[in-house]
């Protein structure tokens, strides 16, 4: 490494080679001859100061006191632990109602929306009126055969469908005002009913056939054996007209 200098002409100095005035745990200084001799030592040295001001640059940023000490150059406490808890438990608290907010899976439904009530359901006990203003009780005139013409001029599919109907059917002509009737067929088997808030059509007109023909055949005990829509001629539901008589 070198030789010791001192003021016996490089033999070992007095007093262990200590030099005054510094630290006695430092101990012995040696001086090298070739000061290249202490280039890893230096670099070293560097690397070591870097990382610490590194370390102090962070400290100082989340306001941490310099290491070895309990409170901050002035005297008070650091808020730099504080705020990274509270950092940390805003972070928890978003991810949890993130999660809980995400759909784990689409939810299942048994019939798609705007799909009208299955056969079998039973009609329900709604009171309309006629043209005369007249109340109509739905289920006092079973079996029925429920035409919701709204906007249709369907005089002509009202009277084959009164025609074709057995005696005991009431053919319900329905519409959000009730709707003209073919003067021939006029009589006890059908009938002309408003439906202002569009009740029956909301209920049994899905949404492809919002705008057509439907036609809903009820039997004598409330039963909905049928919903056909959009209706577009008599022999779309012909047969169970005549079975529900």
């Not at 100095?13 to 290249?36: N, Q, T």
């Not at 001001?53 to 940023?61: E, G, L, V």
């Not at 025609?163 to 005991?168: F, L, T």
């Not at 899905?206 to 055949?217: E, F, N, P, Y």
Request: proline letters at 9%.
């Amino acid at each position: 490494m070198g030789t010791l200098r001192g003021d016996n002409g490089g033999e070992r100095p007095h007093d262990g080679g200590r030099v005054p005035g510094l630290p006695p745990e430092w101990g012995a200084i040696v001086i090298p001859d070739d000061a290249s001799e202490l280039d890893h030592e230096a670099a070293t040295l560097r690397r070591e100061w870097r990382r610490t001001a590194r370390r102090d640059r962070w400290r100082k940023r989340l306001r941490l006191p310099p290491r070895g000490n309990k409170l901050s150059g002035d005297g008070a406490p650091t808020l730099g632990i504080p705020l990274l808890i509270m950092t940390v438990a805003i972070i928890a608290t978003l991810t949890s109602l993130f999660a809980l907010a995400w759909p784990s899976r689409p939810a299942q439904h048994t019939a798609s929306a705007g799909a009208p009530p299955p056969s079998g359901s039973t009609l329900p006990d709604v009171t309309l009126s006629d043209a005369a203003n007249k109340p109509i009780r739905l289920k006092g005139n079973l079996p029925a055969l429920i035409l919701i013409v709204d906007g249709c001029d369907c005089t002509a599919l009202i009277s084959t469908a009164s025609n074709a109907a057995p005696g005991s059917v009431t053919v319900l002509a329905v519409g959000r005002t009730a709707p003209p009737l073919p003067s021939a067929v006029s009589g006890h088997k059908i009938k002309a009913v408003a439906d202002p808030n569009a009740t029956l059509r909301s209920r049994y007109a899905s949404s492809t056939a919002v705008d057509g023909v439907v036609a809903v055949l009820v039997s004598d005990s409330g039963k909905i054996t049928r919903t056909i829509q959009p209706v577009r001629r008599i022999d779309d539901f012909k047969a169970d007209l005549i079975s529900i008589g």
